[in-house]
């Protein structure tokens, strides 16, 4: 990464739950509507936020449970 992009990189602080809660929202009300094209974009933005979810609780997981053996944690 570049010194600009980490400047930029957002920190959010439940992971990308709300993300993930409007991107479920908005997929909800795209089949209502049934525009496939809308339906398309929700779903690939939700399996991006999704991943990023995934990664965001296995990386707190993993700093609690080094935390509780006495790992330092690199990068906090």
Same mark, same amino acid.
Not at 49 to 73: C, M, N, P, S, W
């Given at each position: 990464?570049? $010194?600009?992009?980490?400047? #930029?990189? =957002?920190? #959010?602080?439940?992971? %990308?739950?709300?993300?993930?809660? %409007? #991107?479920? @929202? =908005?997929?909800?009300?795209? /089949?209502?509507?049934?525009? /496939? @094209?809308?339906? &398309?974009?929700?779903?690939?933005?939700?399996? %991006?936020?999704? +991943? &990023?979810? /995934?990664? #965001?609780?296995?990386? &707190?997981?993993?700093?609690?449970?080094?935390? =509780? /053996?006495?790992?330092?944690? $690199? +990068?906090?």
């Amino acid at each position: 990464m570049t $010194k600009a992009s980490l400047f #930029y990189k =957002r920190s #959010y602080t439940n992971g %990308y739950e709300e993300k993930v809660n %409007y #991107y479920l @929202d =908005r997929l909800d009300q795209e /089949i209502q509507n049934e525009d /496939i @094209d809308q339906i &398309k974009f929700c779903k690939k933005k939700l399996d %991006y936020f999704l +991943g &990023k979810q /995934i990664e #965001y609780i296995a990386k &707190k997981q993993h700093d609690v449970f080094a935390e =509780r /053996i006495g790992v330092t944690v $690199k +990068g906090i």
